[in-house]
């Protein structure tokens, strides 16, 4: 099978680092400039052909599943005024009927939890696996678009990564590398959330995964890791040696939304490259640092 047809996008995380939004929004609805974080997570997957949608949600995030219905009021009112550019806004990120499928999880017990609770819904074929709060940013070139064109050629599973700082290889899951062949890195092993003193690289895994269903079978087992939680991680790394395993360099920006800075930085990046409200932006915020505009 050369193709990914299916992605799970584990959404239940109570988001504590945006209190007090997040007492009423869900995290992954939070805008960067007009659109939530998911819309940005979905756009990705649709541009590399995803067509499914499984949202992995938690109590108190039916907010999440709402966003994807058809708004029938709001469509009548916009079309009495005549406002076509928003009616084109939300044609545009209208999915097929059925192409969203929620499932829960229960506890908070990890992202490998998390993942392994969409199983009966992805079944025995690779899927993809999308951190919303990972903003990836490619527009001509999504970074899932790039992994899906590259494990055409590999199989197996894939990781997307990028290089990080030293002293923030704590934070992520490292790749232990192998052979590289142009962005392309064999993947010998992985470690979530390493000590600086001992990660065996820094490059970090950020968010985006393409996996064999049979890392569903290794979650199963319920094993906890770091931090006492089921780690995607740890059952990524008993695939290797099995499977053909990658890491693929990302090419683009990455914006680290499940934090306040990294959520603010990519606000006012995205705005600047935006031709309506670019400009403003940059005239205040030159004024603003005393730089020229
Ligand atoms: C998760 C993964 C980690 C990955 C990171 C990317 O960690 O467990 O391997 O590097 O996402 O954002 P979390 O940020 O949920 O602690």
Known sequence: MNSVEIAVLPVGGLGTRFLPATKSVAKELLPVVDRPLLQYA????????????????????????????????LIRVLEERGKSAELEILRATQLDPGAVITTRQQQPLGLGHAVWCARHVVGRRPFAVLLPDELLW????????????????????????????LEHVNRY??????RAVGLLTEVRGLVEKPAVDQAPSRLAVVGRYILQ??????????????????????????LIGRQPFHALRFLGERFDCGDKAGHVIANVALALE????????????????????
């Not at 590259?150 to 197996?156: D, Q």
């Not at 899951?173 to 192998?178: C, E, Q, R």
């Open 274 to 293: 935006r031709p309506d409200i670019g400009p403003a932006v940059r005239a205040w915020l030159a004024q603003r640092l005393g730089v020229p505009g």
């Open 42 to 73: 979905v756009d990705e997957a649709r541009a590399a052909g995803i067509r499914q949608f499984v949202l992995v949600t938690a109590r108190g995030k039916a907010s999440l599943a709402d966003y994807f219905d058809v708004p029938g009021e």
């Open 173 to 178: 899951g490292i790749v232990d590398p192998g």
């Open 138 to 165: 490619n527009p001509s070139r999504p970074c899932l678009v790039q992994m899906v064109e590259a494990w055409r050629t590999t199989g197996g599973n894939m990781v997307a990564v990028m290089e990080v700082p």
């Open 213 to 238: 269903p049979e890392v569903m079978d290794v979650l199963a087992q319920g094993r906890r890791g770091a931090g006492g939680e089921v780690q995607l991680t740890d059952a990524m790394a008993e």
